[in-house]
């Protein structure tokens, strides 16, 4: 098992910036790719970020250059350092975990591990 704990959303404006943090705890065995996610009213979740237990980190265009995915494994701390917010960029987020290698991961669904999300609110 793995739990999942985010923190670090709040209400920003335009051109701001937020550092989400998501504890994790449990099975390091099925958290080998780790990714941030979002879903905002009326749509889709996306996939925000990823990154590999070997360390390679993946992007949404929407994000590249202003993001960045990263790890503490000494404290078990995944984050999202996102900067340059936009009011596009307003939505739930949540950390979510699975067991295979990024690369391996082609849906939503492989990540079988979920936080309760964090709001993120950029206001212009």
């Known amino acids: 098992q793995v739990q999942l704990v985010e923190s670090g959303g709040g209400s920003v404006q335009a051109g701001g910036s937020l550092r989400l943090s998501c504890a994790t705890s449990g099975s390091t065995y099925n958290r080998n790719c780790m990714g941030w996610f979002r879903q905002a009213p009326g749509k889709e979740r996306e996939e925000v970020a990823g990154?590999?237990?070997?360390?390679?980190?993946s992007y949404a265009d929407s994000v590249k250059g202003r993001f960045t995915i990263s790890q503490d494994n000494a404290k078990n701390t995944l984050y999202l350092q996102m900067n340059s917010l936009k009011p596009e960029d307003s939505a739930m987020y949540y950390c979510?975990?699975?067991?295979?290698?990024?690369?391996?991961?082609?849906?939503?669904?492989?990540?079988?591990?979920w936080g309760q999300g964090t709001q993120v609110t950029v206001s212009s």
């Open positions: 990154i590999d237990t070997d360390g390679r980190t």
């Open positions: 979510a975990a699975a067991r295979a290698r990024c690369r391996a991961i082609s849906d939503t669904a492989d990540f079988g591990y």
